[in-house]
């Protein structure tokens, strides 16, 4: 409703200021965006995307080992949430029959790789798709599986 408000007073305004007095539909529609299809969120983001998917595609054997692992966790030394996200990952995956794989970023290797997809914090999650930085709530985590299967 404040929305709705708003435009009328910037609709009335704007005639005021040229002093035209078109009806209340006109002015409105002059405060509108221009027609045709709004960019979307992913158009905007798509090279970042595609980098983060051809550098997941690049890692796949050490992210997601051969068990095939649905989502692969980043843990390291002196990380307060790591503990709470290994174990609700856990939970998480073998409520869904899923395996997952943890990665210790306070290895070498485990710091190369975590660096070599541009993540910077641990906890983050990676799977097939997507890259998850920070600790993931576990329903959060649910679902990113449940819709990946």
Do not use: K
């Not at 009806?23 to 529609?29: A, N, W």
């Not at 796949?60 to 649905?70: C, N, S």
Request: glycine fraction near 8%.
């Amino acid at each position: 409703m404040r929305i709705a408000l708003v435009l009328v007073v910037a609709a009335s305004a704007a005639a005021a200021e040229t002093g035209d007095r078109g009806s209340l539909r006109d002015r409105l529609q002059a405060l509108t965006a221009p027609a045709g299809p709004a960019p979307s969120v992913t158009d905007a983001y798509a090279e970042e995307i595609a980098a983060d998917l051809g550098r997941i595609g690049a890692r796949y054997d050490a992210l997601f080992g051969p068990e095939d692992a649905a989502i692969a966790l980043f843990i390291g030394p002196d990380c307060p949430t790591c503990e709470t996200a290994a174990d609700e990952l856990d939970a998480v995956v073998q409520r869904l029959g899923l395996h997952a794989t943890v990665i210790d970023a306070g290895t070498p290797d485990g710091a190369a790789l975590l660096g070599d997809l541009t993540l910077d914090t641990v906890p983050s999650y990676v799977m097939p798709d997507r890259l998850i930085r920070g600790h993931m709530p576990d329903f959060v985590l649910e679902r990113y599986l449940r819709a990946a299967r």
